[in-house]
């Protein structure tokens, strides 16, 4: 027995590709990286015919979600979010350090959401689903899609880089007063800005600065690797961290502080931030 979920086509402007269209069109399938997922096994049709990556839409299809039928559990996850902006279609959410966004575990973001946010009204009402990533350590500010139509527009809105993402870290060590680094990340190119707001003297570190950063690519731990790249790491970082000095206990000092984007539906502009946790301002309060 399958669940079974269909969605027909619209009329459209131009043609565009399975995985690009079908992200938000079905509920149990609310990413980008979940719909590839599916047509890698083969669990979309398009017409009665098998969509791949390669399938195009035009119009007017059929597209079909058969996914093999499993028990589904009752229990929902109680993680109470601090809701920072929410209407019909999208909510911005504080995301704490030491939660995944989304991912095959139980305790993620994406489980909270539900439980944190309204119930859409909407028709195409579906489960809200994040549509970009902070890492485990990273706190701040989230965006997620609580319609299909709107998780759609805004999948294409980070690809095409027209969402403004503010973050603030904790530095160790002399830096310029502000910059561009532009060190590739797994051999693709990247950019982030920064600009040191503020820095204090440190008996274990030397120097701490609070750095304003700007990122205009969205590679996997681009900003640690960035200030890392520079020898300006970020402090409590584990990973990318100077050897000796990593603080441990602490935490990463690395937060999402705003998102700054027209609302896909709406076309109101929308300025969003989550205020610097209060260690940031035991450092330099």
Same mark, same amino acid.
């Given at each position: 027995?399958?669940?079974?979920?269909?969605?027909?086509?619209? +009329?459209?402007?131009?043609?565009?590709?399975?995985?690009?269209?079908?992200?938000?069109?079905?509920?149990?399938?609310?990413?980008?990286?979940?719909?590839? !997922?599916?047509?890698?096994?083969?669990?979309?049709?398009?017409?009665?015919?098998?969509?791949? %990556?390669?399938?195009?839409?035009?119009?007017?299809?059929?597209?079909?979600?058969?996914?093999?039928?499993?028990?589904?559990?009752? !229990?929902? #996850?109680?993680?109470? #979010?601090?809701?920072?902006?929410?209407?019909?279609?999208?909510?911005?959410?504080?995301?704490?350090?030491?939660?995944?966004? *989304?991912?095959?575990?139980?305790?993620?973001?994406?489980?909270?959401?539900? @439980?944190?946010?309204?119930?859409?009204?909407?028709?195409?009402?579906? $489960?809200? /689903?994040?549509?970009?990533?902070?890492?485990?350590?990273?706190?701040?500010?989230?965006?997620?899609?609580?319609?299909? !139509?709107?998780?759609?527009?805004?999948?294409?809105?980070?690809?095409?880089?027209?969402?403004?993402?503010?973050?603030?870290?904790?530095?160790?060590? +002399?830096?310029?007063?502000?910059?561009?680094?532009?060190?590739?990340?797994?051999?693709?190119?990247? /950019?982030?800005?920064?600009?040191?707001?503020? *820095?204090?003297?440190?008996?274990?570190?030397?120097?701490?600065?609070?750095?304003?950063?700007?990122?205009?690519?969205?590679?996997? &731990? /681009?900003?640690?690797?960035?200030?890392? *790249?520079?020898? +300006?790491?970020?402090?409590?970082?584990?990973?990318?961290?100077?050897?000796? #000095?990593?603080? &441990?206990?602490?935490?990463?000092?690395? &937060?999402?502080?705003?998102?700054?984007?027209? &609302?896909? $539906? %709406? @076309?109101?502009?929308?300025?969003?931030?989550?205020?610097?946790?209060?260690?940031? +301002?035991?450092?330099?309060?």
């Amino acid at each position: 027995m399958n669940i079974i979920e269909t969605h027909i086509v619209p +009329n459209i402007q131009s043609r565009v590709r399975l995985q690009e269209y079908g992200v938000g069109i079905f509920k149990n399938i609310g990413t980008k990286s979940a719909l590839k !997922k599916a047509l890698k096994k083969k669990y979309i049709s398009v017409n009665g015919i098998v969509g791949t %990556t390669a399938t195009y839409i035009k119009g007017g299809e059929t597209i079909r979600l058969s996914i093999p039928d499993k028990p589904i559990g009752n !229990k929902k #996850l109680v993680f109470p #979010l601090r809701v920072l902006y929410e209407d019909e279609y999208l909510a911005l959410v504080h995301k704490p350090a030491g939660i995944l966004v *989304s991912g095959n575990k139980f305790k993620t973001i994406a489980n909270a959401l539900p @439980q944190n946010i309204r119930p859409g009204k909407l028709p195409d009402a579906t $489960i809200p /689903q994040p549509v970009h990533r902070l890492d485990y350590a990273t706190t701040g500010i989230l965006l997620a899609g609580k319609t299909n !139509k709107c998780i759609r527009l805004l999948n294409k809105m980070f690809e095409n880089k027209v969402v403004e993402k503010t973050y603030y870290a904790v530095t160790i060590g +002399n830096m310029p007063a502000r910059g561009k680094i532009t060190t590739e990340i797994d051999g693709k190119a990247s /950019q982030s800005g920064y600009r040191v707001q503020q *820095s204090v003297v440190s008996k274990r570190f030397g120097k701490l600065n609070l750095v304003e950063l700007f990122p205009k690519t969205g590679r996997r &731990h /681009q900003l640690r690797k960035h200030l890392a *790249s520079i020898g +300006n790491p970020v402090l409590g970082d584990k990973i990318y961290g100077a050897e000796g #000095l990593v603080l &441990h206990g602490k935490g990463l000092y690395l &937060h999402a502080y705003s998102l700054e984007f027209t &609302h896909p $539906i %709406t @076309q109101e502009k929308l300025f969003i931030k989550d205020e610097l946790p209060e260690r940031f +301002n035991k450092i330099f309060g």
